[in-house]
């Protein structure tokens, strides 16, 4: 199907017209001698004269030019076949932590060490890409928290925005509070059975405004549920001491974060491995979808090149046809 996303530039329709009727002709300022017998001095000239044409024939070029711009500048454009959008699914916030230790390499990936970032990116990149009908939101928190990728159903883009991103790029401590916080913020005007928050951290509250349990218990107000991920290798995993001469699970305070998801009606998991992620993903999949309104989007293809294309070609045509019969004057101007 066809149509204009801004048919209303074509109320400038008349605009030349206007102009041509309020403003007053140009004055060259010029003596001018008006003869009779003006193609025998065009031809004495070595110009060819020019067959004379009625007004409305020698300003139809310069309104189809006219037409042809504003028919560009309307933005045609062909829609395609409607897509319909998922109408009921769940409304899921992922708040991952990007602290310096979340740089830590202790944890194991088909038989690669990797960091923990390395870690939850692969693994929840594969939980996004199977949220079909759900929209998906990122949350990246360090010393602040910020939202990355609003709630959407382009799952690709927020599976995206998690690759990018790296440790140290909200600072270095670990505010899960404010993490909790902004993610209420944004799932308080979803419907309330739909609001869920995923939460992925490896350590404890070292930083931001708002204490971990008061942003639990607003949430569990706003019916938001928090399921709550600790990552790092145990002791016995990474040798006794750690990779870096760390117990690697030292700093993670696992009896907050269960607390967390308690007193929102969520659940606690530790991340060792992908079957950590396979339990999450099957009590999500118990969640009840919450019923949204039916939403079809068009695959739209722009066409303004076309117009636009033929208006340059045109206006090329006129200048060629005002320059043309002054050519062989020009070129017998230069022989010696």
Not at 39 to 66: I, T
Not at 281 to 308: M, S
């Amino acid at each position: 199907m066809l149509e204009l996303a801004w048919p209303w530039v074509f109320l400038l329709l008349p605009l030349p017209w206007l102009l041509r009727l309020l403003l007053p002709p140009a004055d060259s300022g010029e003596a001018a001698l008006k003869v009779s017998f003006l193609d025998e001095l065009e031809s004495l000239a070595g110009r060819r004269a020019r067959p004379r044409l009625p007004g409305w024939r020698r300003q139809a070029p310069f309104s189809l030019l006219w037409l042809l711009l504003l028919l560009a500048a309307a933005r045609p454009q062909w829609l395609g076949e409607p897509l319909p959008l998922p109408s009921s699914g769940r409304d899921l916030l992922l708040a991952v932590d990007v602290s310096g230790s979340m740089d830590y390499r202790d944890m194991q990936w088909q038989g690669e060490l990797v960091s923990r970032l390395t870690l939850v990116q692969r693994l929840l990149g594969e939980f996004i890409e199977g949220r079909t009908g759900d929209r998906l939101g990122l949350i990246l928190f360090g010393s602040q928290a910020y939202l990355q990728t609003p709630l959407t159903f382009d799952r690709h883009s927020v599976r995206s925005w998690l690759d990018e991103a790296v440790v140290g790029i909200a600072g270095k401590n670990t505010a899960i509070g404010d993490a909790i916080g902004l993610a209420v913020k944004r799932l308080r005007q979803r419907p309330a059975d739909s609001r869920v928050l995923i939460l992925i951290t490896d350590g404890a509250n070292t930083g931001g405004e708002v204490a971990p349990l008061t942003a639990a218990r607003l949430a569990a107000g706003e019916r938001m549920r928090i399921y709550t991920i600790g990552i790092g290798a145990d002791a016995d995993q990474a040798g006794a001491m750690g990779l870096y001469g760390l117990n690697p699970g030292l700093d993670l305070d696992e009896p907050l974060l269960r607390e967390l998801a308690e007193v929102s009606g969520g659940e606690y998991f530790r991340a060792r491995s992908q079957d950590e992620l396979r339990r999450i993903a099957a009590t999500l999949d118990r969640l009840e979808p919450a019923a949204q309104a039916p939403t079809t989007v068009y695959q739209v293809r722009p066409l303004y090149a076309w117009p636009l294309a033929a208006a340059m070609l045109l206006s090329l045509l006129l200048v060629a046809h005002e320059l043309w019969p002054q050519v062989p004057l020009r070129l017998r101007r230069r022989r010696p």
